[in-house]
């Protein structure tokens, strides 16, 4: 496939998440998709569809700004930003109603027009402090 195939199947991806259509999500994946991320045991298409479905239900008023997609043969890199309001349970914290903005990155791996691979970068540091679990720390520069 084409870089620019590619780069429209991970496009297609964050317009399933954004119309929260876990079908959609998994009918972009291959059997044994795997995400490395903080979360242990996202494997295979199941798992995969599983973490978006528990991001799903802890924010379900989101949106996903894709700024950019630069691909290279069978990879393709996402810049995005995550616009969410904390709706459902998240790492122990009941629903808050608070609203956040996360910046990210995501490297993917294309496989015969799936997604068989995801690297997930989001900034949850910044997402923990917006929604009150972390305090914020002014730095003096």
Same mark, same amino acid.
């Given at each position: 496939?084409?870089?620019?195939?590619?780069?429209?199947?991970?496009q297609?991806?964050?317009?399933?998440i954004?119309?929260?259509?876990?079908d959609?999500?998994?009918d972009?994946?291959?059997?044994d998709?795997?995400?490395?991320?903080?979360?242990?045991?996202?494997?295979g298409?199941?798992?995969?569809?599983?973490?978006?479905g528990?991001?799903?239900?802890?924010?379900?008023?989101?949106h996903i !700004?894709?700024? *950019? $997609?630069?691909?290279?043969? #069978?990879?393709?890199l996402?810049?995005?930003? =995550? /616009?969410?309001?904390h709706?459902?349970d998240?790492?122990?914290?009941?629903p808050?109603?608070k609203q956040a903005v996360? !910046?990210?990155? *995501? $490297?993917f791996?294309?496989? #015969?027009?799936?997604?068989a691979?995801?690297? =997930? /970068?989001?900034?949850l540091?910044?997402?923990?402090?917006q929604?009150?679990a972390?305090?914020a720390?002014a730095?003096a520069?």
């Amino acid at each position: 496939m084409s870089t620019e195939e590619n780069k429209a199947v991970v496009q297609r991806m964050f317009d399933a998440i954004n119309a929260s259509d876990l079908d959609g999500v998994a009918d972009l994946l291959t059997d044994d998709a795997t995400v490395h991320t903080g979360i242990p045991g996202v494997l295979g298409k199941d798992g995969f569809r599983g973490f978006v479905g528990l991001y799903l239900e802890a924010f379900p008023e989101q949106h996903i !700004d894709v700024h *950019e $997609l630069v691909a290279e043969g #069978d990879r393709v890199l996402a810049r995005h930003t =995550h /616009h969410v309001t904390h709706g459902g349970d998240f790492a122990g914290m009941p629903p808050s109603g608070k609203q956040a903005v996360i !910046d990210g990155l *995501e $490297l993917f791996w294309v496989r #015969d027009g799936r997604v068989a691979e995801m690297w =997930h /970068h989001d900034d949850l540091l910044s997402l923990m402090q917006q929604l009150g679990a972390i305090p914020a720390v002014a730095v003096a520069v």
